[in-house]
């Protein structure tokens, strides 16, 4: 089975602007997390999807918003970048949560200038 | 709240000798724990998870995880390290009885070095 892509994998913003990531997950898989990855703050959660549905959310601000498919396919989208959104954003995906481990994305590498 | 703690930022370790990685977690309910690692510039990969059962659970790259529920204790040992075995090392937890089904927390992680 293919893993869990994300795309793109490098991109670079100039504040105020807006980005979207994408992902998709492992065939079969319903369930897809998105976190933030920083050397300050570690991994931290923004928020899960789960048939079409969002099931979590992070504190994080309004600017930080995602979508699910019909296909599982996910996508995240930041407004109004800050240079404090720099950051690895990893998309994981799952059966269903619970007691199933996620699988990682390589992630996206988000620079803000 | 949910919480997990890794105790030590650095480990470091000769190949050959056996490791271990601290994590301890804080929980309502019992907890689904896991463990991840991270190669510099990849994202996570999955190594090895307690659900329910045996208190030591085996994992992928020979590494292995003994949970202690006394202690609220998942340490994850490796019996021989290897060099490759150098990365960042994550603990994570999931409340199954909680709303936030979906989520993973996770620790600060874990940077292991072993040396020649």
């Known amino acids: 089975k293919a893993g869990v892509t994300q795309t793109p994998r490098y991109l670079i913003k100039t504040r105020g602007q807006q980005v979207t990531l994408s992902c998709s997950p492992i065939?079969?898989?319903?369930?897809v997390s998105w976190y933030q990855q920083t050397p300050g703050q570690g991994l931290q959660f923004l928020f899960e999807?789960?048939?079409?549905?969002?099931?979590n959310k992070g504190n994080f601000p309004g600017r930080f918003s995602g979508r699910q498919f019909s296909n599982s396919r996910s996508e995240m989208n930041v407004s109004t970048l800050e240079l404090g959104d720099s950051a690895l954003y990893l998309c994981?995906?799952?059966?269903?949560?619970?007691?199933?481990?996620?699988?990682f994305g390589p992630g996206t590498r988000l620079t803000v200038l | 709240a949910q919480s997990v703690a890794q105790p030590e930022d650095q480990v470091n370790v000769a190949e050959g000798n056996p490791l271990t990685v601290k994590c301890t977690y804080s929980?309502?309910?019992?907890?689904?724990l896991f463990w991840y690692v991270q190669y510099p510039n990849r994202g996570l990969q999955f190594l090895l998870k307690?659900?329910?059962?045996?208190?030591l659970v085996k994992g992928s790259y020979g590494f292995e995880a003994e949970f202690n529920k006394s202690q609220t204790s998942f340490h994850l040992k490796k019996p021989s390290a290897l060099v490759s075995d150098s990365a960042l090392y994550f603990c994570?937890?999931?409340?199954?009885?909680?709303?936030?089904?979906?989520?993973?927390?996770f620790g600060r992680g874990t940077q292991l070095t072993v040396w020649p």
């Open positions: 307690y659900i329910t059962g045996d208190n």
């Open positions: 999807y789960f048939s079409e549905t969002q099931r």
């Open positions: 065939s079969g898989h319903r369930s």
């Open positions: 994981a995906s799952s059966m269903s949560g619970g007691y199933n481990e996620q699988f």
């Open positions: 929980v309502s309910g019992n907890p689904y």
């Open positions: 994570a937890v999931r409340d199954p009885g909680g709303s936030t089904l979906g989520r993973l927390y």
